[in-house]
Each structure stands twice: as C-alpha cells, then as structure tokens.
C-alpha cells in the first residue's frame, strides 16, 4: 500500500463521558469494518479537569438527566443510578483520562481494555473513576503491574501527554465526544456519526477516503 493512501482515523473520547459510554457499540461495528488502509488512533479528549470539590447537587441531577436520556435516544445502553447513592461524584475526568495513557504507555495491548474498565465500573458497577484508588483497582484487574500503573497515573509526562492530546483533538477539528476525524493527505476531515447506526459512518468514509 503506497504511502500517501494511508489515512488515520481518530477516535476523540473521554472514558468518562457517557456519549462515549453509548457509542461504544456502534464504534466497535464501525471499527470491524474499516478499511485496511485505515488505522484507529485514540485520542484522549479530557473532558473535565481535575478537582477535589463534591459535584453540586444541580450538577449531579443534570447528569443523571443526561443518562436517561442516552437511555431513551441509544436504546440498550445502561446505567447504575445507584452511582449517584454510592460514590461522591466530582467533575473530574482527567485522572480516567491519564489512566487509559498510563496503561497505554505500559503495555499498548492494555489500552482499550483499561477505557472498557473504566466505562463498566463507572456505568454498571458504580465506581468512581475520579479516585485514583479505583483506576489502580481497574488497572490492575486487567493484569498491568499496579506499582508502575500508581507511579505512571499523576506523574508529571503523563499530565503532558494528556495536554498534547487534548490539544492535538481541539486542533484537529473535534466537536465534543466522541469525535471522529480522518486524516488522509488532504488533510483531517470531521466525520458525523449516528450513536445508533453504523453504516452512517461508514458511507461517508467510503466516499472520503477512496
């Protein structure tokens, strides 16, 4: 395959963002119909950064709001309300999101896995991905060495790396997550998508990337 017929797609996401938690099965469809001359790349989008304050109540109803949503707009996906009972929530995402590059960086195979971790104990099992205790957890029950994982998870290139990838998506073109975006040798080209369909996706990249 000649060079310059290569093209990238990627994949803008927050472990933490129940958009993505919804379009993980229309993603993986898309995924296993992609063109051979596609490559996947994720990029971490860092939703919210970090914080130690208790999410406002109104902040926390709202959310909740947004779950039932998705429930009604992505039919089969599903949510453990009793996360909201369980865990005291905080508009932090960024430790989720250093997590799946810390994983990433230890082991490459561990990063899907690591976002799948962090995507189940968060929705189903009411865990909260906010606290590094249950990322080292996560970490460690997909087989990553839990002592690299602690020192990898707020050290100081793993921070960088996640800047560089959250500015890397702003630049490309991402319009909140998931984003998808193709990079071909015309450039990056924002994809749309349906959370419940994925030939939608695929229709157009069969027209872009040709």
């Given at each position: ?20 938690w919804?379009f ?9 119909n ?11 989008g ?119 990838e959250?500015?890397?998506g ?16 015309k450039?990056?080209q ?8 994925a ?12």
């Open positions: 395959m000649p060079q310059d017929s290569q093209a990238i797609l990627f994949y803008v996401h927050d472990p933490m963002c129940s958009w993505c919804a993980a099965p229309t993603w993986a469809e898309i995924k296993q992609l063109p051979e001359h596609i490559k996947v790349r994720y990029l971490l860092g939703l919210a950064s970090d914080s130690n304050e208790p999410m406002p109540s109104a902040m926390q109803a709202a959310i909740s709001g947004y779950w039932r949503t998705i429930m009604q707009k992505v039919p089969g996906t599903q949510f453990n309300f009793d996360f909201w009972e369980k865990c005291e929530p905080r508009r932090s995402t960024y430790p989720s999101c250093r997590a799946v590059i810390a994983a990433r960086n230890q082991d490459v195979t561990k990063e899907l896995p690591m976002i799948s971790a962090i995507q189940h104990g968060y929705y189903l099992n009411a865990m909260n991905p906010s606290d590094d205790s249950t990322l080292v957890t996560l970490a460690s029950e997909i087989g990553l060495n839990s002592t690299q994982f602690e020192k990898d998870l707020n050290s100081l290139d793993t921070q960088n790396q996640l800047i560089e959250i500015n890397m702003r630049a490309i073109g991402a319009q909140g997550f998931p984003s998808l975006i193709l990079k071909t040798p450039g990056y924002y994809l749309p998508h349906d959370y419940n369909d030939t939608f996706t695929l229709s157009r990249l069969s027209k872009l990337a040709l």
